[in-house]
């Protein structure tokens, strides 16, 4: 073969790959008549540049057999060693060049088919070169890997062609594979796993060999590394965190669908509408109740009707004749005569910025309920001297029990809005020392048997209501000092 | 956050002049925390039990209610297992002329008139209209069982 290269020199062309002997064609491609041209060496050979691979049947039509070419033996990955102590073998492998420059690579990998890569009983997968076997086939792996372990990130072991690899340590087993569109890697850790173990029957077992399962297989899959002494962890201890394993094993996210787990979590078994425990449940049912805890209540006052509300000054008899003092029944502050308060339309006063930052949630009067906005209108319908006489007509009204615009609130808000109107309608006007609260000492009894202290329900809207006695009791209605009759402490 | 001066003078109300059959402390480390004990009514199933409840005053109290809850089991139509209580007062009826004390009032009045048209626990309420006398023989027992000191 030498003495015959020798011999004839053979001439490569840089353009179109094609090859000739110098004798026949001389230094100028025949094929494209390019002159970047190269002479052949044995010591140089600018083929491998190209990575040409001659094909493996050289034309009959060339006279002289083609000189072997040097990668034609070459296997790639000779050298490089093994350290995947389960290296897929390969078999029939094939190398067919496809085109100048390309090489196409066939191959099957004879891989046994065990969930934690210890040499099992080998399944040889179908010698099958069509890409969508071998990705269904390695799919049904990583599933396996996926069902025993956690997806890691980069891992090594990675080869081409679309093959699965495993890598083997203590307790542990590495996997990882890519493919055509696709790549894994997935860790395994044996000390969790338990592999598909047949059953040895000469052999004495631990009595609770787990064997791989669809249950287990699942609650892996959904749960994560579980624990073997205990259920799954959502369903151990609601007040951990999901992934707060105490045993010994690695942590990471869920496998799969970690959104899934807190449905499983009692303490969190709601996504989105749905709740799967009576602890959700209330739980949510009391964000509720929260949330519309003021849900039925009268809706704010608009700023214009709240900056409307008339300031007044303290005088003598809007403060306990005995004491002298008064207070704001929101703030609890003492007042002085000659303070400025806010009166409401319904007589009743408070520091403005109190009953001001409650009327722009409320528009109900801290004390008879009586919605401003209408109380307003209802006054100004009638004529501005009512509301001026108010005051003085306070008076006149004590002693005189009326129907409590309290008591009507409760109702609707039509029914109440008939009591605000009555209230204002009345030939005395609603002031707090007006509504002929009951004694102090009103007794317990009558209290209980109004049993109207809790809603619509049983409120008779002529009766006083409840809460209002007991601010009779105990509450100190803003004006009632000025009301002999009411004893407010 | 500075405690508004409103909540200690109810506070020192309270300890100054207490209501009978009720008693409010704030714990020392939260002012607005109060351990709540109410004397059942006479006359009612809950009499002669003393009832445990937790008071919270919110942030924007008294613009917004105080938070109570049971934490003594209780048989009642309007008062459920977590405790949770039905009253208007609590809700969308609260005024910020209220006080802890009517409240309390309130809710203490609430245990003598239970009102199972207007249910927070449902099956308590059912039971409390279809057989009355059983309901409140139960609400005896369970007084006697859990609220007796």
Redesign the interface.
Known sequence: MDSHDRQRELVFCHQCSDEWYRDEHGLTCPACHSEFTEVIEPDHDPREDQLQIPADDPPESVPPPLPPHPLRDHNPWANIPDHEDDGPPLNRLQWQSSGPGRVHITGTFVRPFSPNGSPGARSPQPNNTDPFSMLAANFGQMMQSIAAGQVQGPGHGAMGGGAGAGAGGPGVSVRSGHGPGYAWTSRTSSARLTPLTPRNANQPQPPDVPVDDLQRILSETLFGPMNPHGPGPGLRDPSRGLDDHDGPFPRGPPPLLGFLLPLLNPANAAHGDAVYTQEAF?RIL?QL?EQ??????PGPASAESISELPKIKITKDMVDPKTGQADC?????DVEVGGEVTRLWCGHWFHGE?VG??LR?HD?C??C?MGITQARDQAQGRSGANVDATATASTAANGAPQPSPWSG??TSSSASQQNAASGVNSPSPAIPGAFGYPEANAD?QS??Q?????????REGSTPG??ER??G???R?SNSNSNPNSDHR | MAL???II??TERLMAEP?PGITAVPHEENLRYFDVTVDG?S??PYEGGTFKLELFLPDDY????PKVRFLTKIYHP?IDR?G?I????L?????????I??IL??IQ??L??P?P??PLANDVAQRWKEDQNAAIQTAREWTAQYAKV
């Open positions: 209330d009391s109740m519309n805890n003021m849900g039925n209540a029944s929101i703030c609890m502050e109190c930052s409650w949630e109900s801290p004390q309920r609130r409760r317990e209290r209980r109004s049993g109207s202290q809790r809603s619509s329900h049983s409840f809460a007991v601010r009791l105990f509450g209605g | 508004p001066k409103r003078k109810e209501v009514p006359q009612s008294p613009m917004t209610p309007n977590l949770r039905c009253l208007d007062v809700k969308s009826n609260w005024s910020p002329a209220l006080q004390r009517t009032l309130s009045a609430l003598g008139a009102n048209d207007d």
